[in-house]
């Protein structure tokens, strides 16, 4: 099929949905799939590189205490109108298809079969509070929808209530799992690393709360930072007004150091405050086979599992932050224990089973809307056969096993659609 990737925020970019466009877009294309990426420019792109496709200009906003992209064009609609019909894509799959104004002018012109994945997690939207009504009519065109985590779907689901399957980020096991720890921070002295925006809600002030807490009890580690944001000044006036020691600063690093630094780390830290729907740095380090100490939020738990891949300590909580990192540093056979079980959990995650996933669920809604006499005029390809049956197995909860038919397995995918995985 021809896939259109819509991805409203700057590609490719280090942010969550752009990475997760990118390495969907990379598989898609393994799989056999004909993929463009559509986004808009963002500073001095170009108007198209390959198989991305740029219509408008982006602009960095403020959203959910994190920083957003608006894209606009005086000529919007006339462009997504020609690139439409020169195109003729066969499915177009929004990621967050409500953010202004790429993916709602191309949800309104599309004549695709259209999917969304929505990624975002929040506990008020004032966006989505006040715009619901308005967007209802876009939400409508929508012919299946996906989200990054049960949290993600809950948050989506009391605007837009309907049918949502859970489908996670993935992760490029290969590339952590085979990284190589960097010497300069292999000197006998324990690292634990932290990776993410400098924001509030990434908790980086809380962690350095921690790290003086240990440094105060005894513990050597050290404190490597990786990131920049709005909260860096502050960040490194705490460290230097309270004459803070063994925290290292790296700034922003290629992709390659990032993948070094989590199989350099003896424990990683996210302490994140809340607002995150999935928690792909966690991935990152499970991949690398590092133990996780993380925030006990909505949309961490459905990554590390508390007591097997990490600990999971309350948000906002710098004693209980320290308390579980000096657990991890002082225990080597608990380190080894859950840095392994990190990597035998991230496999589930890798790319290559996640776009299955995907590609399944776009053959799922097409062979829905077929069966229904509702193809879209814009969808030209063969419709997919359904997936071939699974043997039933013996299972704890019988609502588990597959059907035998192929029928029967389209039906009961239908009605699991809204359930938790």
Known sequence: MKIGLVCPYIYPEAGGVAQHVRFLYENLRLRGHDVR??????????ASEGDIIRLGVGFSVPINA??????????????????????????LHFHEPFVPFLSIFLLRLSTSVNVATFHAYAGFSPSYEFGSRALRGYADRLHGRLAVSAAARHFIDRFFPG?????????????????????????????????????????????????????????????????????EREARRYVATRGLQGVEFLGRVSDAEKAQLFRTADVYASPATGGESFGIVLLEAM????????????????????????????????RELAVAID??????????????????????????????????YYGFVIRRLAASGSLPRGFHAEVPQPPPPVRARVSADPSDDVPSSPGAADSASASRQTEAE
Do not use: C
Not at 305 to 317: A, I
């Open 37 to 46: 990426v559509l986004t808009a420019s963002h500073g001095p792109q170009r």
């Open 163 to 231: 049918e949502y399957k859970v489908i996670p980020n993935g992760v490029d096991v290969g590339r952590f799992a085979n990284a190589v720890p960097l010497a300069r921070w292999q000197d006998g002295t324990p690292n634990v690393l932290f990776v993410g925006r400098h924001e509030p809600r990434k908790g980086l002030l809380d962690l350095l709360k921690a790290h003086r807490i240990l440094r105060k009890t005894g513990s050597g580690s050290r404190l490597l930072v990786v990131g920049s944001g709005p909260q």
């Open 287 to 318: 991949a690398a086979g590092t133990p996780v100490v993380a925030s006990d939020i909505h949309g961490y738990k459905g990554v590390v599992r508390r007591g097997r891949e990490g600990l999971l300590v309350p948000p906002r909580s710098p």
């Open 66 to 91: 994190s920083v957003g992209t608006l894209t606009f064009s005086p000529r919007y609609l006339g462009q997504i109108r020609t690139m439409l019909e020169r195109e003729q894509f066969d499915v």
């Open 327 to 360: 657990r991890l540093l002082r225990d080597d056979e608990l380190r080894a224990t859950m840095g392994a079980a990190g990597q035998a959990r991230a496999e589930d995650f890798s790319w290559p089973r996640v776009t299955a996933r995907v590609d399944d």
